[in-house]
């Protein structure tokens, strides 16, 4: 699943025009402004706007690299929006992207393959994991702050890591969908 790929939907009606919004995520205060926002992950516009700044920058340009990955994996767990399937499932597998490469890179370089279709395959029970109080203390205003030099990787590392942090309650229960037994023949 790759944010940058899915469809976008006009703003709420009763936006504000003027001032700044806070993003119901990553609580970035940012210029309140009428642009798109994702379907279902729980960004603001500006904040979304920002996002797609990022995501499209040169780096990013090659899909499935660790970086690429690590920003729409860290932006969706950052941002779960409100309990329903799809949330749910996107705040789930981007956990297990994060859990993946920060913790067990070397061991399932496979991952991105089958996540489509994990679902189905493995026997796990996704369901909706409550977000923190505080969902990481980094986002992704500091990764483009840093710049798309020298600071960049260093940069997106710190915020994924720091977003994984936030989110240690619930690392057992990622654990644990990431370690159930496949169903072969499905
Ligand atoms: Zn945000």
Redesign the pocket.
Known sequence: MQLATLTARSPASHAPLTGTTK?P??G?AVPATLGPTHAYVG??PG?WELYRRLSTAPYARAPGSRLRRLVEDAYAV??PGVPGRRSLQSVAVHLMGLCTLLEREAQERRLVPVLGRMPARKTMDLHWLEPPARNGRL??NHVIEAGFENGHAKAVEAWARDVWRAWAPHHATVHGWLDAPCRHGD
Do not use: D
């Open positions: 993003c995520g990553c970035l960004a603001s904040c950052q941002h986002n992704v």
